[in-house]
């Protein structure tokens, strides 16, 4: 694919906690507009690739924003870069409010009127975030703070969205719920996003592009359409 | 270098401790020496409560006075000779640390130090509180003899001190020793590590604290005696938050969780103020303070850990 | 009757101080459950400051607009230079630089400023009492600026994006980054307008007491004692701690327990509160944390 814009390029990426390696040189990118999916077991090293890219850990091997080298940038710097990350445990302010939660999103962008317009936007996907704007983040269910992390990670107005598990200990009828309004928002913006997923039928379903991941290496990668049709990859791979 | 972590290196110590000071040092230093004694000893004990136990506090010089005191008034008051003093000072003194240690369990760290230091800043004001003024003298405190070398021996009062002093430490260092090499010192050490694990081992986490608060304000309590002995004088305002703080000071600059540490810092207490009143004739706190500071950063291990980095042995304690 | 008023009142005013000494303390807390050793001894010095300045000739106002930013400064710079590097090391490192802090102030207050004790001069006037004697034109003057003082801190960590932040990154640093937030430069911030307030409560609390190089132990114990009795982890908590601890003092030395134990009614405060209520009277305790 010569000719399509790679947003992110990964480049023999290693990634360790203190002592413990957990990535062993990965390679994957991350196509202008569409999603792209890290699957894999727990333990696998999908956390952990999100982290490299947004400077959470110490890493080794090339990273490129948009042509751009981002390794060992400041974790806050690659956010200005418009890189949103929902981290796993969705990382809601829970002593501030929603709204608090929402303003904080939009902590690099000036644009107040721009702010604005993605708040109203957000509303309109997420309709419960409005009932609950004056509420402390706290409160909220699990559902709850799962969409006012993506609306938090919107508002900063990303071109590359980073999402961390985002069905985890959701009840089945909210994560298809949300996964319905993440396939919108990917329609109707044109925005890229990396997704992790422990759940591959749900990733592949929204997903274009998908890497399978085990202890720290890529055993598979490929179109998601070809995967979802290829019984045999699945079933060996994926167990579904 | 390996010489300093040698098995007979303590021996070797006291005995050059005995005999050394005995044969070259006059009055004056040997006072000077009497008083690194007990320093060593208050340093000990703070330091097998936040050294080894993790438990930090800024406080410990109210033991010291604790036991400065009962001394004082035992001896004022009852005319018991000195050396009869120190079970009682030892006893009273465990029993405030167990009392302290109970509510000091709930504390994480953060909290154990501030309650600690505010019983630093409010210890001379407890002792100078006119309900107890008959017994503890109030502002003016208590003046004591200077014992005798006894049985005729051939001693100065000052070398025969010395001697006492020096007698009671290495029992109380042996006995540190031999806690903190057994069993009960691996349990000090996994609460301040890991007191999850430690609490899964089946360690009686809250027992193991308190007790260990009273054995430390039991250490500092003896020297506090001793050191009354020693400066002939107790008075309240020698005992507050200056005091706890030259404490905490030399057991961070000795080393944590080192029984030669407390030495090494009990000797940088006794002779660094003076040093460092010629570095800066007029700001020797400031350079006691930047010390401490430099050592968090370049040997937060203390001098103790410089030792067994030079000699080249890997850290048990 | 009267004097009982009159106590009250100076409860107030004392307890203005130390609320501003205990928001101080919270802030910090807060972001990095750290208690500042050395906020008493850094206010000390910022009152040296200020007092240097009106000596060489500057109206009081001038003297205390400069000392406030300067005391921000060397606050920010201590956390970026001192503080920053040992963000991850044990409780008994972070103790230990506190105190190396609360020293190197102490002596250096001690050294340049000697220790003998100074008057400080008040910007209220010393006239006659005012309301029928039960205020001095100091405790009111003072009172009001303590007032104005904490209201203009709440109001920014309410209503700026900056203070916002600021929380932000006390709640939650991770998350904090990963919205852009510079967490090492909110904490850099907090100290220093720790520093600035502490200041402000330093050149409130000398006239009072006198200006000597261990003059801010006291006030660090009860703003210790306000800020446990409020709930460390609650701002506006740790103000109203730091005025019931500010009644109970002037109370209990009038009439329980008499002026000499002053210092062990805020030791007292603090183990009690410790024992039986150690999340303080208004300390937050979360109600979901799925």
């Known amino acids: ?240 | 270098m390996q010489f300093f972590t040698s098995r007979a290196f303590p021996w070797l110590f006291l005995a050059a401790a005995v005999v050394l000071p005995l044969l070259f040092a006059s009055d004056y230093r040997l006072f000077q020496l009497t008083m690194v004694v007990v320093y060593s000893i208050a340093v000990l004990g703070l330091n097998l409560l936040t050294g080894y136990n993790g438990q930090v506090s800024l406080g410990n010089g109210a033991f010291y006075a604790i036991g400065a005191y009962t001394t004082a008034i035992l001896m004022d008051k009852l005319g018991l000779p000195y050396w009869a003093t120190l079970p009682f000072s030892a006893v009273i003194c465990a029993g405030v640390g167990f009392l302290i240690g109970l509510p000091a369990l709930r504390l994480g760290g953060m909290y154990l130090a501030l309650t600690t230091f505010a019983l630093a800043v409010a210890t001379p004001q407890l002792l100078k509180y006119k309900a107890f003024e008959n017994y503890t003298g109030g502002v003016q405190g208590v003046v004591l003899d200077k014992p005798d070398a006894p049985f005729g021996l051939p001693l100065s009062q000052d070398q025969w001190l010395y001697l006492f002093c020096l007698a009671v430490g290495a029992l109380l260092f042996a006995l540190a020793m031999n806690l903190v090499r057994g069993r009960i010192g691996r349990a000090m050490r996994a609460i301040r590590d890991q007191p999850l694990a430690a609490e899964a081992m089946g360690i009686d986490i809250a027992m193991f604290k308190t007790r260990t608060f009273a054995l430390s304000a039991m250490f500092t309590g003896v020297a506090g005696s001793l050191g009354a002995i020693t400066i002939q004088f107790v008075a309240p305002d020698a005992f507050g938050v200056p005091l706890s703080l030259t404490f905490f000071v030399g057991m961070v600059v000795g080393g944590g969780a080192s029984i030669g540490g407390a030495v090494m810092g009990a000797l940088f207490i006794q002779f660094i103020p003076n040093i460092a009143d010629e570095i800066s004739k007029a700001a020797p706190g400031a350079v006691y303070g930047l010390l401490l500071i430099a050592f968090m950063f370049l040997l937060p291990g203390g001098l103790a850990s410089l030792i067994r980095i030079l000699s080249g042995k890997k850290r048990t304690a | 009757m009267d004097g009982f008023i009159h106590q009250i009142i100076s409860g107030i005013a004392s307890g203005g101080i130390y609320a501003s000494v205990a928001l101080a303390l919270v802030m910090i807390y807060q972001a990095t459950h750290h208690v500042n050793f050395a906020q008493g001894e850094m206010a000390m010095f910022s009152t040296y400051i200020a007092l240097t300045l009106i000596q060489a000739g500057l109206p009081y106002w001038a003297a205390f607009c400069i000392t406030v930013p300067v005391s921000f400064v060397i606050g920010a710079l201590i956390q970026r230079v001192v503080m920053e590097p040992l963000s991850k090391a044990p409780v008994l490192a972070s103790v230990g630089v506190f105190i190396g802090l609360l020293l190197t102030f102490n002596s250096v207050a001690g050294w340049i400023f000697t220790y003998t004790l100074k008057p400080f001069p008040t910007p209220f006037g010393e006239g006659k009492p005012l309301f029928g004697g039960f205020v001095s034109r100091h405790e009111l003057g003072s009172t009001a600026i303590t007032l104005v003082v904490l209201l203009s801190i709440w109001a920014f960590f309410r209503f700026t994006k900056l203070g916002l932040a600021m929380r932000a990154a006390a709640f939650n640093p991770v998350s904090s980054r990963l919205v852009g937030v510079p967490v090492a430069r909110m904490l850099a911030l907090g100290w220093g307008l720790a520093a600035g307030i502490g200041a402000i409560a330093g050149m409130m609390v000398a006239p009072v007491i006198f200006l000597d190089p261990n003059m801010m132990a006291g006030v660090l114990l009860y703003a210790f004692a306000g800020a446990l009795l409020g709930g460390i982890t609650n701002p506006l908590g740790a103000v109203i701690g730091g005025f019931i601890v500010g009644i109970i003092e002037n109370l209990g030395g009038a009439y329980v327990v008499g002026t000499e134990l002053k210092l062990t009614t805020a030791l007292f405060i603090i183990v009690v509160v410790l024992t039986v209520k150690p999340a303080g009277l208004f300390g937050k305790t979360l109600v979901s944390r799925v």
């Open chain 1, 1 to 240: 694919m010569p000719l399509m814009t790679m947003l992110l390029e990964v480049k023999g990426l290693h990634g360790a906690y203190g002592e413990s390696k957990v990535l062993h040189g990965l390679d994957f990118v991350v196509e202008e507009g569409g999603v792209t999916t890290l699957l894999g077991a727990n333990g696998a090293g999908k956390t952990t690739t999100l982290r490299a890219v947004s400077g959470m850990i110490r890493t080794q091997g090339e990273i490129l924003f948009a042509g751009k080298p981002i390794q060992g940038m400041a974790t806050e710097a690659i956010a200005g870069l418009g890189i949103a990350h929902v981290p796993d445990g969705r990382g809601t302010f829970m002593e501030l409010t929603v709204e608090e939660n929402l303003r904080l999103g939009a902590y690099t962008r000036n644009d107040k009127a721009g702010v604005a317009a993605d708040l109203a936007k957000m509303f309109d996907l997420f309709p419960r975030l409005r009932e609950r704007f004056h509420q402390q983040a706290g409160t909220l269910s699990g559902g709850e703070q799962q969409m006012l992390a993506i609306a938090r990670a919107m508002l900063l107005g990303p071109k590359l969205l980073l999402l961390d598990e985002p069905s985890f200990g959701l009840a089945p009828l909210i994560v298809r719920e949300i996964f319905e309004i993440l396939g919108r928002i990917v329609r109707e913006s044109g925005l890229s996003i990396l997704v992790v997923e422990q759940n591959a039928s749900l990733a592949l379903a929204i997903a274009d592009r998908a890497y399978l991941l085990e202890t720290g290496r890529f055993v598979m990668s490929g179109a998601a359409e070809d995967i979802r049709k290829d019984e045999t990859l699945r079933k060996s791979y994926l167990g579904y």
